[in-house]
């Protein structure tokens, strides 16, 4: 694991953080009002509760960045390869994961709809990000 890798690490962790703020914090802040205090938590007491959800930013930033530098492809395009990482991280994570909640929790089909959008969207967006900072193929 080289400087890069470390760098990346980083600046996705940021970057998953500042793009989850932007759809769970403030596009989707109005959905969740109704649920806080019975599915959400309050935000009081959710703020007790936040080193998880560093830890998780924290994963998803170092985990992209190692599982896409399994698989550089030095042939192809850095845009194609980050599009192609992004929906495959989105189907790997983000539809499943709300698919799941959806069964089991009694959360509104409009919220789960633009959950699986907007949370695609951001894995797609990271996975160009992890691209355009890993530009080189995996042996040089």
């Not at 992004?86 to 709300?98: D, E, M, N, S």
Request: charge should be positive.
């Amino acid at each position: 694991m080289d400087k890069r890798f470390w760098i990346s690490g980083v600046v996705m962790t940021i970057a998953t953080m500042l793009l989850g703020w932007v759809v769970h914090g403030f596009l989707l802040a109005g959905e969740y009002i109704p649920l806080t205090g019975t599915i959400m938590r309050t935000p009081e007491e959710s703020g007790q509760y936040m080193y998880w959800m560093l830890l998780a930013d924290v994963c998803i930033g170092f985990a992209m960045t190692w599982i896409y530098r399994q698989g550089i492809d030095s042939g192809k395009g850095m845009l194609g390869q980050g599009l192609r990482f992004g929906v495959a991280v989105a189907l790997l994570t983000v539809i499943p994961q709300f698919l799941i909640y959806y069964t089991v929790q009694r959360l509104p089909a409009s919220l789960v709809h633009k959950q699986l959008i907007f949370d695609s969207l951001r894995m797609i967006v990271l996975g160009v990000l992890v691209a355009y900072l890993n530009p080189r193929s995996r042996t040089s």
